[in-house]
């Protein structure tokens, strides 16, 4: 069974400065590797995602994130962050035609002035 | 305009009176399931169907069901509901290619007093 670890619960960061979520994943075959982003009072937007093909993943709000294999991980990338960013991060994966998405506990981001 | 919509939003009713979330969407996918979201541990899957008449359980389906009646149409019931069973729920809707990503929607938030 596949599975998602957040090591980062909470993440502080300054406007403008980047911001780095880590995501590792658990799972025998090739991963599909999902971002979703909940801002308050929201539902889940998707962030970006990864099939196959390029490592280095673009999405949407200047987002990106790479898969390495070597390391089972699929952290996602910010160069400056808005305030607007403030929100909660979900890193998932999935199994392909089985279609079942597994959750990390996600990590929250505060982003100050 | 491509959506997945639930209702009620929110939802306060007391332990053991039966309750039914609604979920639809106007997407034609034959891939529909339901999340519970708890702090710390990020979503997980209640229920899911592939296909009108075909559902299946998901991680934690102990104490709902589903039905899937029409392919638009994936309803989320609480027979006897109990204080646990607060929660954000989400419900999330997909094509069957392997590519395809889940579109999620608003969220219901419901409390079991």
């Known amino acids: 069974a596949q599975s998602v670890t957040q090591p980062d619960i909470h993440i502080t960061v300054s406007e403008g400065a980047s911001l780095e979520l880590r995501c590792n994943y658990s799972y025998g075959a090739t991963p599909y590797l999902f971002w979703y982003v909940q801002s308050p009072g929201q539902g889940l937007q998707l962030l970006l995602k990864?099939?196959?093909?390029?490592?280095l993943v673009q999405g949407i709000k200047g987002f990106e994130a790479e898969f390495k294999r070597s390391q089972s991980s699929f952290n996602l990338r910010k160069p400056s962050v808005h305030w607007s960013d403030a929100a909660e991060y979900f890193c998932?994966?999935?199994?392909?035609?089985?279609?079942?998405?597994?959750f990390g506990a996600g990590t929250t981001v505060t982003v100050r002035a | 305009e491509a959506q997945v919509t639930q209702n009620p939003r929110y939802l306060i009713t007391v332990t053991g009176k039966k309750l039914t979330v609604t979920c639809s969407q106007n997407?034609?996918?034959?891939?529909m399931s339901w999340y519970r979201q708890d702090p710390g541990l990020g979503l997980r899957q209640i229920y899911y169907?592939?296909?009108?008449?075909?559902?299946d359980k998901g991680d934690v389906p102990e104490g709902y069901k589903v039905s899937r009646k029409e392919k638009r149409n994936f309803p989320l019931i609480l027979e006897s509901p109990s204080p646990n069973q607060t929660s954000l729920y989400f419900c999330?809707?997909?094509?069957?290619?392997?590519?395809?990503?889940?579109?999620f929607g608003p969220g219901t938030r419901l409390t079991v007093l």
């Open positions: 997407m034609n996918h034959e891939y």
């Open positions: 998932a994966v999935g199994a392909g035609n089985d279609y079942k998405l597994s």
């Open positions: 169907s592939m296909n009108v008449e075909v559902t």
């Open positions: 999330a809707s997909s094509g069957l290619g392997s590519t395809d990503t889940q579109y």
């Open positions: 990864y099939f196959s093909g390029d490592t």
